[in-house]
């Protein structure tokens, strides 16, 4: 029963993540009479992003584990203390890669090999949803922070807003919006790309006014101004870090096989990209699905470990 409380709202809002994916696409193959291209803009841009983000997956899982240790432990002050350090990393790590993005275009189509055409169509909309990284990068903090608090419910709220704001915003500003005697153009492809960074501070708002609804009196009130001061000194930050350091390596594993299909794929030409990413847009539904109970056992096995309690861990694990 806990492990379903905790996967099912998880699955629900994980499986709308592909279908924004193809939403996406959808609008993209509507823009133009030559839709593979504008595809393979979608597939090789989204790809650029996969790229730079997995590597930030330890933002939620590492989050998740350490919140959940320290739920567990009934250590509700070191619990805020956890999702300031994370929002704060998240924050740093976010106008980083803002600082490097035309060092890391430049630098990604050494490798990814895809017609003039694609190239330009994903150059333009990396440049646009780049800015949408602090909101990014943060909302994998709050996911795995609220995910470490045994609260499933509201990341699935978040992940529905991010969604539903990313499908309703892509199509308005890419294909415009007549109402009445007024009517909105729209941007075109730009649109899909300012959609999601529409989506992305919609989330980041709803997750920072859902924390603070929930946990603002008995969590968030622990912190005081030397907190926030100290946050990132001491042995917990560098224990955050050396604890990811695995969590990096498999994110690496995934982005190999990830984005060596993409690569593969556009080798092909443009027709060949645009059905791949498609197909892989529907294989991962069934990824995100599984995920649920990923975070599940995040969840369960930190919240026991934190409270020591072996036998839980044990029992948790099996099931």
Request: hydrophobic letters at 55%; one cysteine or more.
């Amino acid at each position: 029963k806990d492990i379903l409380k905790l996967a099912v709202p998880s699955i629900l809002a994980n499986i709308t993540v592909p279908v924004v994916g193809m939403a996406d696409i959808a609008v993209a193959g509507h823009l133009d009479s030559n839709a593979a291209v504008m595809i393979g803009g979608i597939a090789i841009g989204t790809m650029l992003f996969d790229l730079l983000y997995w590597n930030f997956g330890f933002l939620r899982v590492g989050t998740g584990g350490l919140a959940a240790q320290a739920y567990g432990a009934g250590d509700r002050r070191e619990c805020a203390r956890i999702l300031a350090r994370a929002v704060g990393m998240a924050t740093g790590c976010a106008l980083v890669l803002i600082a490097v993005q035309w060092l890391f275009v430049k630098a990604a189509f050494l490798v990814v090999d895809c017609t003039p055409q694609v190239q330009a169509l994903a150059s333009r909309y990396f440049f646009i949803r780049i800015w949408a990284a602090p909101a990014t990068l943060s909302l994998m903090a709050f996911k795995g922070w609220f995910i470490g608090m045994q609260d499933s419910v509201s990341p699935m709220v978040t992940d529905l807003v991010v969604n539903g704001m990313n499908v309703l915003m892509s199509i308005v500003l890419a294909l415009g919006l007549t109402i009445g005697d007024w009517r909105f153009e729209g941007m075109g492809f730009s649109g899909i790309a300012a959609g999601t960074v529409a989506a992305q501070y919609s989330g980041l708002f709803a997750a920072a006014l859902l924390m603070l609804l929930k946990y603002r009196r008995d969590t968030m009130s622990t912190l005081d101004a030397d907190d926030l001061k100290d946050i990132f000194k001491g042995g917990e930050t560098r224990r955050f870090f050396v604890m990811n350091a695995d969590l990096f390596v498999r994110s690496l594993c995934f982005i190999a096989i990830y984005i060596g299909f993409t690569v593969i794929s556009a080798r092909y030409g443009d027709v060949l990209l645009a059905v791949s990413s498609i197909m892989m847009k529907l294989l991962m539904i069934f990824s995100y699905f599984t995920d649920g109970f990923a975070y599940a056992g995040e969840a369960l096995t930190g919240r026991y470990i934190g409270a020591k309690d072996g036998q839980m861990v044990r029992q948790t694990v099996r099931w």
